[in-house]
């Protein structure tokens, strides 16, 4: 069974730099690509970050140059490094993996970014 857990979430103000975690269970983790999605009130869920097996990555524009998405194969972990946050990257953040089962999602983790 598919399992994504994130971890991390919060209040944070803005400028702050939290990092989110998502750890995996039921798959070859190592394997298989993993990205990061959010989804803000009233919007559709788009894609923040990804990370292939390879490690290769690609980010949203809006995140590009402060946000950092890393894997641990050893951990079955996918990060995000969220840097100088913004109000409007308050959301819900949610990891997801392709395997050729499925795409599989975690439960989310809230973010918000206020003062």
């Given amino acids: 069974q598919v399992q994504?857990?994130?971890?991390?979430?919060?209040?944070?103000?803005?400028?702050?730099?939290?990092?989110?975690?998502?750890a995996a269970s039921g798959?070859?983790?190592?394997?298989?690509?993993m990205?990061?999605?959010r989804q803000a009130p009233g919007k559709q869920r788009e894609l923040v970050a990804g990370i292939?097996?390879?490690?290769?990555?690609?980010?949203?524009?809006s995140v590009k140059?402060?946000?950092?998405i890393s894997r641990d194969n050893a951990k079955n972990t996918v990060y995000l490094q969220m840097n100088s946050l913004k109000p409007e990257d308050t959301?819900?953040?949610y990891c997801n993996t392709l395997i050729p089962s499925g795409a599989y999602w975690g439960?989310?983790?809230q973010v918000t970014v206020s003062s």
């Fill in 52 to 61: 292939t097996s390879g490690d290769y990555t690609n980010y949203a524009d």
């Fill in 35 to 37: 990205g990061w999605y």
């Fill in 65 to 68: 140059g402060r946000f950092t």
């Fill in 91 to 93: 959301a819900v953040y």
């Fill in 27 to 33: 798959i070859i983790f190592s394997r298989y690509p």
């Fill in 107 to 109: 439960q989310g983790t």
């Fill in 4 to 22: 994504l857990v994130e971890s991390g979430g919060g209040l944070v103000q803005p400028g702050g730099s939290p990092r989110l975690s998502c």
